[in-house]
């Protein structure tokens, strides 16, 4: 089975491709939008991408992607602790304190934000694809006066040196990454347990209908559905109008769950099943 991945090596990405399917070839991509793409070209059989950090919230390209230009079920998730280090080419251990410029994916950059402002304030900051292509670019760019923020294992990679580990604002960090295919997916990883299962669909609510938001979230509350995530998103038709992506903590049923669907249909929303799957999470 080949699982494709946001790349280069050494993302954190990377990190969950290898703890969740350790035996499978793995293939880096440069974006988010590639990796989905690739599975439905048959290029790989999984895309395994970011949908939610701690610090951060969503990540709105792996969401609006998913709605808008795929058609890809959700197989499963895994949720692997972050920890963000600030590393430098090791030509410049002796001279960090004259780094110039931050390289990183946005969403390192701004959980590292309480560090970068207190330590670092002056310092530009500039957006990468992905934690490892920071620390790929500081590699191939000795002349640079940069510094990267990535993992340890981006770290060993492109040969750095950490400079100064745990800069991310708070320890409870952790980010959700979303495994996608086509095809039914076996899970057999030694270091990652199984926490539960997820159901999650979209809702669009019903143009101008009083109450409607209520009526959705009533459908779910009398029949004891617990909701552990509700988020809108823009439909991209007109401001104002909205989806909703809604995490139930339980697996697809018989009765609760269609039950439910068929309430909200009722009352002219529209809803769409992105997948019923297990939830791991790494060991830590």
Same mark, same amino acid.
């Given at each position: 089975?080949?699982?494709?991945?946001? &790349?280069?090596?050494?993302?954190?990405?990377?990190?969950?491709?290898?703890?969740?399917?350790?035996? *499978?070839?793995?293939?880096?991509?440069?974006?988010?939008?590639?990796?989905?793409?690739?599975?439905? %070209? *048959?290029?790989?059989?999984?895309?395994?991408?970011?949908?939610?950090?701690?610090?951060? &919230?969503?990540?709105? $390209?792996?969401?609006?992607?998913?709605?808008?230009?795929?058609?890809?079920?959700?197989?499963?998730?895994?949720? @692997?602790? $972050? =920890?963000?280090?600030?590393? !430098?080419?090791?030509?410049?251990?002796?001279?960090?304190?004259?780094?110039?410029? @931050?390289?990183?994916?946005?969403?390192?950059?701004?959980?590292? #934000?309480?560090?970068? #402002?207190?330590?670092?304030?002056?310092?530009?900051?500039?957006?990468?694809?992905?934690?490892?292509?920071?620390?790929?670019? !500081?590699? *191939?760019?000795?002349?640079?006066? &940069?510094?990267?923020?990535?993992?340890?294992?981006?770290? =060993?990679?492109?040969?750095?040196?950490?400079?100064?580990?745990? !800069? #991310?604002?708070?320890?409870?960090?952790?980010?959700?990454?979303? !495994?996608?295919?086509?095809?039914?997916?076996?899970?057999?990883?030694?270091?990652?347990?199984?926490?539960?299962?997820?159901?999650?669909?979209?809702?669009?609510?019903?143009?101008?209908?009083? &109450?409607?938001?209520?009526?959705?979230?009533? %459908?779910?509350?009398?029949?004891?559905?617990?909701?552990?995530?509700?988020?809108?998103?823009?439909?991209?038709?007109?401001?104002?109008?909205?989806?909703?992506? $809604?995490?139930?903590?339980?697996?697809?049923?018989?009765?609760?769950?269609?039950?439910?669907?068929?309430?909200?249909?009722?009352?002219?929303?529209?809803?769409?099943?992105?997948?019923?799957?297990?939830?791991?999470?790494?060991?830590?």
């Amino acid at each position: 089975m080949k699982v494709g991945y946001l &790349g280069p090596k050494a993302t954190f990405t990377n990190i969950a491709v290898n703890n969740m399917f350790p035996k *499978e070839e793995a293939i880096a991509f440069l974006t988010i939008p590639n990796c989905l793409d690739a599975v439905l %070209a *048959e290029k790989v059989d999984v895309a395994l991408v970011p949908v939610e950090n701690t610090l951060e &919230g969503s990540v709105n $390209i792996t969401l609006d992607y998913l709605i808008h230009e795929v058609n890809l079920p959700i197989k499963g998730e895994i949720t @692997v602790p $972050i =920890k963000q280090h600030l590393m !430098i080419h090791p030509i410049h251990t002796e001279h960090f304190d004259k780094v110039e410029v @931050v390289y990183s994916h946005s969403h390192a950059i701004a959980q590292c #934000h309480k560090y970068l #402002h207190s330590e670092w304030n002056g310092i530009r900051c500039e957006n990468t694809t992905s934690t490892a292509a920071a620390a790929q670019f !500081i590699k *191939e760019h000795p002349e640079v006066m &940069g510094a990267a923020i990535g993992n340890e294992l981006t770290a =060993k990679e492109y040969g750095l040196a950490i400079i100064k580990r745990n !800069i #991310h604002d708070y320890d409870n960090n952790h980010t959700r990454f979303l !495994i996608l295919a086509n095809k039914q997916v076996e899970f057999k990883s030694p270091s990652c347990d199984l926490k539960g299962y997820k159901t999650t669909m979209m809702v669009t609510l019903p143009a101008d209908r009083f &109450g409607a938001l209520h009526q959705v979230l009533s %459908a779910f509350a009398w029949r004891k559905l617990n909701l552990v995530r509700i988020e809108s998103r823009p439909t991209k038709t007109g401001l104002g109008n909205y989806y909703f992506i $809604i995490d139930l903590d339980r697996e697809m049923d018989d009765v609760l769950i269609p039950g439910a669907i068929a309430e909200l249909e009722a009352v002219g929303c529209k809803v769409q099943v992105l997948g019923s799957y297990p939830a791991y999470a790494m060991n830590e």
